[in-house]
């Protein structure tokens, strides 16, 4: 494959952040994927992200799997880390580099093929075990690189582009997330900017497992009348439950928000995720609601976005197991091997 980098010379004036770097500096490779594709709209709200909240590329580590979803991260962030892996199994190489450095900030890059099928085990443990990592799911219900077949999260009642009906339930990766123990659970939609960008703020910020689940129109196949991923049915059947606003403070901000109206969430550095609900009855720290809620709109043809739940007191993989405040990759051999007496003494207690 031939990528194609973008050139590296831009207007001196262009707007810098507290790096003082551009917008420029949080780009990556010229994209390949179809004109109009939903996951350039995602790439582009990540890198608005990345350079609103100041992050140092070398602090980042973007990892991803197998199929077009899996392809955007090179459209982004160019001078991150970055491995893709095989069709599925982006959680586990995930898990073995958060185990190796737990300081840097994760970014998996999945699709609703690469998550709810093959990789639908993976995507299962990581979220129960808590995995510090922005997980997205650029989600178009279909299978882009293989022309068009149904995925797992295509609805029942879709058509295909051939006017085929989809025969099977779907899987709904946001309740799943939610069930499975996932401390963020949000949803978007590629084209709705105001909402995602300050989603993937706060879900940067989060530690633990943050899901965001994209609904991503596929332009090729995916993007016809009586599909429900389409651009037009999405725009039709949106229904948010918040306005979001992501606020990066310096210090601990409590809770404080009265039912119906505006919620305050602090993060674990001191960011305040603050939310106005659009419905009255939805709290998005009720676990339970948000899983009835969601069913409901499945019931109803509607698309829940927003912040679905968020669980602020959650631990992450690295606390849950106590793992050293040193990232493994940095420990000493002295420190990594307990020595002779102590491995007898631990094998002894295994007899």
Known sequence: MTYILKPVNHHPNLEKNKLGLTRRDYEGTISTLCAGCGHDSISAAIIEACYDLSLSSDQIAKLSGIGCSSKSPSYFLNQAHAFNSVHGRMPSVATGANLGNQNLLYLGVSGDGDTASI??????????????????????????????????????????????DNLFAPIDLAAMAIQLGAGFVGRSF?????????????AMKFKGFAL??????????????????????????????????????????????KEGE?????????????????????????KKQAIM????????????????????????????????DTPLNQLSEKELCPGSKNLDSVNSSLN
């Open 119 to 164: 990789g639908i085990g993976q995507f299962m443990h990581a979220a129960r075990r808590q995995l510090n990592i922005t997980y997205f799911v650029e989600n178009n219900g279909t299978y882009g690189l293989t022309k068009g077949q149904f995925s797992a999260t295509n609805d029942q009642e879709s058509k295909s582009k051939y006017g085929e």
């Open 190 to 202: 590629s084209g709705d900017r105001n909402q995602l960008v300050p989603l993937i703020k706060a």
């Open 212 to 257: 965001l689940d994209i609904i991503s129109p596929c332009v090729a196949f995916n993007n016809h009348d009586g599909s429900t991923k389409s651009y037009d049915h999405i725009r039709e059947h949106n229904l948010s439950v918040s306005n979001l606003d992501f606020v990066p403070l310096g210090k601990e901000i409590k809770a404080d928000y």
């Open 262 to 286: 505006q919620i305050d969430v602090p993060l674990h550095d001191g960011a305040l995720l603050s939310l106005e609900k659009l419905s009255k009855d939805y709290d998005p720290l009720d």
């Open 293 to 324: 809620k969601l069913n409901e709109a499945e019931k109803e043809g509607k698309v829940l976005t927003g912040l679905l739940y968020i669980n602020p007191e959650v631990k992450d993989h690295t606390e849950i197991l106590n793992i050293s």
